[in-house]
């Protein structure tokens, strides 16, 4: 009988070769070893792809042999893993979760994973890039976030709110199974942003307080606004606290105090998390002999050593990794 994939109208793959299905799986997802546990049987395997610009749906099933699979390189994106049927053993960092009916698992970037997936294992998953979750989120904190989102690896689809948001999921799936329906895909997808949305609020990670306070927060001061806005719109000016205060119109202990009530960190905290995240941004798309110097200085590090230290603390890895494509 003929196997019906989820994402039926995208599938990139149908094999009984598990070297192919594992090939085609690191393209989308991320390198990693792929191998029978124990050594009879034959794999049968389904691989689909919808995208939808900064989100992607990536369906695999599995069956006929229990497959171990072990990730070579870091993740750099954020993945949400729904499990559709059977059982997948998940090892996050130091987490260990069980993905089934009621759990899944969110993997965040700079993890190293292996998964355990059951014969008759059907999962999704939710691939969202870092880069866009990362300034969604900036977006509904309204400013910059010092450092990268960790979601915590169990996702509990008993609690209301993942589970309405793993529904959603699975709605549109099924709509993306419809030729006729309201879902699309592409860049400019509004499903992404509503995705992206639920994850960070149906999901707790180490922003979900700040952006708990944000949303009960009242609204920010008009002289706070306006030294976010001069920072956000050039960063790499001089930027101490006392020329903020000036430009707010209010005292430097003032100023510290709307900044840690109305943004949880002090105003110099803010200011190296945006020239971190501009200095990110450039070292990634650096053309041909720009060095990792030459971004320092463009947004304000006169220390490069110092910007290294920085940099690696917040990113995990030297900007020199970044500049080579690494990271």
């Known amino acids: 009988m003929r196997r019906v994939a989820t994402l039926e109208r995208f599938v ?3 094999t009984s070769d598990i070297e192919a299905f594992r090939a085609n799986v690191a393209q989308l997802l991320t390198p990693h070893k792929l191998a029978r546990v124990g050594s009879s049987g034959v794999v049968h395997a389904d691989l689909s792809m919808a ?16 497959l171990r699979a072990e990730l070579t390189e870091q993740v750099s994106y954020y993945d949400v893993n729904l499990a559709l049927s059977g059982v997948n053993l998940l090892t996050a ?4 979760v069980v993905l089934g009916e009621r759990t899944a698992g969110v993997i965040s970037p700079r993890m190293l994973a292996t998964m355990r997936l059951s014969d008759g294992y059907s999962q999704l998953h939710v ?14 904190l309204g400013s910059e976030v010092p450092g990268p989102i960790r979601f ?51 999901q707790p990670h180490n ?20 030294v976010i806005d001069l920072i956000d719109q050039d960063p790499a000016a001089e930027l101490t606290v006392e ?21 949880g960190i002090p105003p ?6 945006v020239r971190l995240s501009r200095a990110h941004h450039d070292l990634g798309h650096a053309g041909p002999g720009v060095t990792v110097a030459d971004v320092a200085l463009r947004w304000g590090f006169a220390h490069v050593p110092r910007f290294a230290g920085a940099y690696k603390q917040r990113y995990g890895v030297s900007p020199s990794a970044t500049l080579r494509g690494r990271a």
């Open 268 to 273: 110099r905290e803010y200011v190296l998390g």
């Open 127 to 140: 691939r969202i890039e870092r880069h866009a979750l990362e300034r969604h989120l900036e977006e509904l």
């Open 207 to 226: 922003y979900s307080e700040q952006l708990e306070q944000h949303r009960l927060a009242p609204r920010r001061p008009a002289a706070l606004k306006h």
């Open 152 to 202: 915590r690896a169990a996702m509990d689809l008993t609690r209301p709110a993942a589970a309405s948001w793993s529904q959603a999921v699975r709605l549109l799936v099924r709509d993306l199974d419809t030729p006729d329906g309201l879902a699309t895909t592409g860049e400019h997808n509004p499903w992404s942003r509503f995705l992206m949305t639920g994850l960070l609020l149906a």
């Open 12 to 14: 990139v793959l149908r």
């Open 51 to 66: 995208d939808l610009g900064p989100v992607r749906l990536i369906h695999g099933r599995n069956t006929g042999v229990e």
């Open 93 to 96: 960092g130091d987490e260990e």
């Open 243 to 263: 020329r903020l205060a000036l430009a707010a119109g209010m005292t430097p202990r003032s100023l510290q105090r709307q900044f840690k009530e109305y943004v």
